[in-house]
């Protein structure tokens, strides 16, 4: 379970706290692919991928 899953059930100050800490980018990290933040840097705010 990932410190941001783990922080969610414990409440709302420290699924936040977690988040800030860069929980987020472990539990996505095996989601992403190389180069991924040069992909999305171009989409506009209404555009996204889908798979």
């Known amino acids: ?3 941001a899953v783990a922080a969610a ?3 709302y100050a420290e699924c936040l706290n ?3 800490r860069g929980s987020l980018d472990r ?3 095996t ?3 190389p180069g991924w933040q ?3 840097r171009t ?3 209404d555009e996204g991928f889908s798979v």
Do not use: K, N
């Open 1 to 3: 379970m990932s410190d």
């Open 9 to 11: 059930q414990q409440g």
């Open 18 to 20: 977690a988040i800030l």
């Open 27 to 29: 539990f996505y990290e």
């Open 31 to 33: 989601l992403r692919w």
């Open 38 to 40: 040069s992909d999305v």
């Open 43 to 45: 989409l506009g705010l």
